[in-house]
């Protein structure tokens, strides 16, 4: 009988992040060098994010970035993770895109959010003005849909665009992206990775009410889950703290780039603030191989996903690639989970 690590998919989620005393250019290559060793690893894709006003996060022009990966890359599906959808007119996506699957065909994902990605006064200076319809995101799925099918009911032909094999995804971390990823037949991502509170209420109403598409025969759930690897579990717990510090600087308001690690962190935050950061990254796995290839094989059994989208914010480019490796080693050896 199958096992979880017969049928679990592993990919990356990559938000190129820029670390202190690093540059936007050091960042970007680091991006295509990761995406490089996922590849190499086995991994299924690399998505980066799009978020902006952020001075951590180098992926606010998200389908460059896509393309910068996709040509350092050859086999490896390459996507976003997603595009906020209501920051721009879908013919201009399905025209990034249609580009991109022209340039990489057949590897070009494209998961779509209703989050602005930013603050209310950076997405006031993407978008120009915040009048638009926060409930008009199926419709814009919908266009997108139409442009990429080519089917003429916008009256528009997307060039490029029309007829691209662009993989479409609805990402959420709520039900709502699980009702419309199932209306549409469309596979379904899930924040887990930084908002898990409605992560099995979300699986179980997308596997419910899932309707066959010409996309998707059967409903396939990703899940965010943030993985901190190393040899032993005291290092994996120092190289977390760097993505903790960067989250507590989020949350209050103070966004930074990612800070290096400092050892005892979390215990600094006093026990209120150290059971809410816990909370909040409680879809993670922190330690050496084996502690890491148990918590993994407890998540995927406790929500039956598809697929796993590994997420880490770690300093140094080489303890992070390293992560990797350690990763994907639990993923294929079952042994190390038992």
Not at 88 to 114: K, M, N, S, V, Y
Not at 184 to 189: D, E, F, R, T
Not at 216 to 243: C, I, K, T, W, Y
Not at 252 to 276: C, F, K, M
């Amino acid at each position: 009988m199958p096992t979880w690590y017969d049928m679990t998919r592993y990919s990356l989620l990559d938000l190129v992040p820029v670390v202190e005393g690093g540059t936007v250019g050091q960042a970007l290559a680091n991006a295509a060098d990761l995406a490089r060793h996922a590849e190499s690893l086995g991994f299924e894709r690399y998505w980066t994010a799009e978020h902006h006003g952020m001075a951590g996060i180098a992926s606010a022009a998200t389908s460059v970035v896509i393309g910068h990966v996709a040509a350092a890359t050859s086999t490896i599906r390459v996507g976003a993770g997603g595009i906020m959808l209501p920051n721009h007119a879908p013919l201009a996506i399905a025209e990034q895109f249609g580009t991109l699957d022209a340039l990489f065909p057949g590897r070009i994902d494209l998961g779509l959010g209703r989050a602005p990605g930013s603050d209310q006064i950076v997405a006031r200076a993407m978008r120009r003005n915040l009048d638009s319809d926060a409930n008009a995101f199926p419709q814009d799925v919908l266009e997108l849909q139409s442009y990429f099918a080519d089917d003429g009911q916008t009256g528009i032909r997307a060039t490029p665009g029309a007829g691209a094999n662009v993989s479409l995804w609805i990402l959420g971390s709520s039900t709502f992206g699980a009702q419309l990823a199932a209306m549409l037949g469309l596979p379904y991502a899930f924040a887990s990775h930084f908002a898990p509170d409605a992560l099995m209420a979300a699986i179980e109403m997308y596997r419910r009410t899932f309707r066959p598409s010409a996309a998707l025969a059967r409903p396939h759930v990703m899940a965010g889950f943030n993985v901190f690897a190393a040899d032993n579990d005291a290092e994996a717990e120092l190289l977390a703290s760097s993505q903790q510090q960067a989250f507590v600087a989020l949350r209050t308001g103070n966004p930074r780039q990612l800070p290096p690690p400092v050892a005892g962190y979390r215990e600094s935050l006093g026990a209120q603030g150290a059971a809410i950061l816990d909370h909040v990254l409680s879809c993670s796995a922190v330690g050496g191989p084996a502690k890491v290839a148990r918590d993994i094989a407890a998540f995927v059994a406790r929500t039956g996903v598809d697929e796993l989208m590994i997420a880490s914010s770690i300093y140094d480019h080489a303890a992070r690639k390293h992560s990797l490796t350690l990763t994907a080693n639990a993923l294929r050896e079952p042994a190390l989970a038992a």
